[in-house]
């Protein structure tokens, strides 16, 4: 049975720093893409970021470029969303996904491509 576990959620002020950790069990993610959604209250869910199998590409959502970095450490089975500078427009579920296509070159924000799904982390970002 494969388990995404989100944590390092909670609630900061607009300028912080927060580490999100997305920890996998059931499956190695070494030759998976990983990717980060979050959903804001009334929103639908959206992409944020996404790391392919290696580390070696990375694609993020415009709001966050330059201020979240995706990574990953495949012997811990972990990946990780870095947010730096965070608004009040960050605040959201947070959730990690687990890329289907194996270890493509390619990085995703297709939703349509991740199979297995976190039950997401609580970022509020107060003014």
């Known amino acids: 049975q494969v388990q995404l576990v989100e944590s390092g959620g909670g609630l900061v002020q607009t300028g912080d720093s927060l580490r999100l950790s997305c920890a996998v069990s059931?499956?190695?993610?070494?030759?998976?893409?990983m990717g980060w959604f979050r959903r804001a209250p009334g929103k639908e869910r959206e992409f944020v970021a996404a790391?392919?199998?290696?580390?070696?590409?990375?694609l993020y959502e415009d709001s966050v470029k330059g201020r979240f970095t995706i990574d990953r450490d495949n012997v811990k089975n972990t990946v990780y969303l870095q947010m730096n500078n965070v608004k009040p427009e960050d605040t959201a579920v947070y959730y990690c996904?687990?890329?289907?296509?194996?270890?493509?070159?390619?990085?995703?924000?297709?939703?349509?491509?991740?199979?297995?799904w976190g039950q997401g982390t609580q970022v509020t970002v107060s003014s």
């Open positions: 996904a687990l890329d289907r296509r194996g270890p493509v070159a390619v990085p995703t924000s297709g939703s349509y491509e991740y199979d297995y």
């Open positions: 790391i392919t199998w290696n580390g070696g590409r990375t």
């Open positions: 059931g499956r190695t993610i070494s030759t998976f893409g």
